[in-house]
Structure formats: structure tokens, C-alpha cells
């Protein structure tokens, strides 16, 4: 059973940075395409980001030019690197993957705790 640990989370102002990062243990296998999602008070959740392990990456039309996703297959890890954030990006984010052979844009197979991103403006 493959498991999800994000980390990076907290409290950040307007137009500043943050990081997220992802790791997966717990197999001996890989996993497949890895993304981020996240849910804001009220709303549905939605893709942020994801990227397949050939690096293949597609982003969500309201992040695209300000958020960064990448992976190390070795390692199993990706990250989220978050710039110029808004008040409106505030959600808890969840990390999620796809088995091995997946290679689409939206994995759901795994997933993470989630962790609480708050921009203040």
C-alpha cells in the first residue's frame, strides 16, 4: 500500500512563495503520474497540477505562470513550488497519485492527509 505524506504547508502573504512537497512510501513499486489538488471552504475540490513520470506536466489555468511541479521518480517525491500566491489560493492541499502504468492527468488512486495553505492579503 502506497502512502502519501505532503509537507510545506502554513501561512504565507500575498505575493509571496511557498513549496510543497510530496512523498510516497511504503512499496517496493512506483507510482505513476503524481498531481495536487486542493479544496477551499464551500468548493469542490480541483487539480492544481500534475505531472506523469516522463515529465509530462499540465496545469490548472488559474496557477499556469505561477506555480512550478516537479518530481524525482528515484526518490518518489514531487514538489509544488508556489509564487506571486493570492488570497484566493487559500485551500488545503492533497497530494495524489496514480499506480504505476497510469499516465493520464487526474490520479486518484492514492492519496494524502492534505495541508492547509493560507494567504493573507
Known amino acids: 500500500q502506497v502512502q502519501l505524506v505532503e509537507s510545506g504547508g502554513g501561512l504565507v502573504q500575498a505575493g509571496g512563495s511557498l513549496r510543497l512537497s510530496c512523498a510516497a512510501s511504503?512499496?517496493?513499486?512506483?507510482?505513476?503520474?503524481m498531481a495536487w489538488y486542493r479544496q477551499a471552504p464551500g468548493k469542490e475540490r480541483e487539480l492544481v497540477a500534475a505531472?506523469?513520470?516522463?515529465?509530462?506536466?499540465h496545469y490548472a489555468d488559474f496557477v499556469k505562470g505561477r506555480f512550478t511541479i516537479g518530481r524525482d521518480n528515484g526518490r518518489n517525491t514531487m514538489y509544488l513550488q508556489m509564487n506571486s500566491v493570492e488570497p484566493e489560493d487559500t485551500a488545503v492541499y492533497s497530494c495524489a497519485a496514480g499506480r504505476l502504468y497510469y499516465g493520464g492527468y487526474y490520479p486518484d488512486d492514492y492519496w494524502g492527509q492534505g495541508t492547509q495553505v493560507t494567504v493573507s492579503s
Open positions: 511504503g512499496t517496493a513499486y512506483s507510482v505513476g503520474t
Open positions: 505531472i506523469t513520470r516522463g515529465g509530462r506536466t
